[in-house]
């Protein structure tokens, strides 16, 4: 009928039937990186949770790449006192602290009970945009 029962197994039911968990199962072609205390499959559990890691990061550098992009061609096809009015945007955008800024838009997030995946959004926001005047000042120099 069943298996034997080892310590590392538990039993679990659903409309579908009974199935056996198993704990702390070393890694195999089943469960690449084994299963962890609850008898999941630590390599999903990996992939699920890296998702909102590369949505941020993949985010982050559109939003940092697109403004940097513009302000820098910008200034670098019109030059004069656009190119330097620009510039000293992107000279006061950079002399912005980054780390006090995100504790304060994260204090005020919380304050106002946003919405995590707003929160998350505006983050990205934030940073791409403190980190969009490097990328302005390459653009620039190369027009």
Request: aromatic content about 12%; overall charge neutral; hydrophobic content about 50%.
């Amino acid at each position: 009928m069943f298996a034997p029962y080892r310590e590392t197994e538990v039993f679990r039911t659903s409309e579908q039937g009974i199935y056996i968990n198993a704990l702390y199962e070393p890694p195999s072609l089943n469960h690449l990186l084994g299963t962890d205390k609850n008898g999941m499959d630590v390599f999903t559990r990996l992939m699920y949770g890296g998702r909102i890691s590369l949505m941020i990061g993949f985010l982050v550098v559109i939003i940092e790449i697109a403004a940097g992009v513009i302000i820098g061609g910008v200034a670098g096809y019109f030059g004069k006192w656009i190119d330097s009015l620009l510039m000293r945007l992107v000279d006061i955008m950079s002399c912005i602290p980054a780390i006090p800024v995100y504790i304060i838009l994260d204090s005020l997030m919380e304050y106002y009970k946003w919405d995590s995946l707003f929160r998350i959004y505006m983050l990205c926001a934030l940073l791409g945009l403190l980190s969009g005047p490097s990328v302005a000042r390459m653009v620039r120099g190369q027009i």
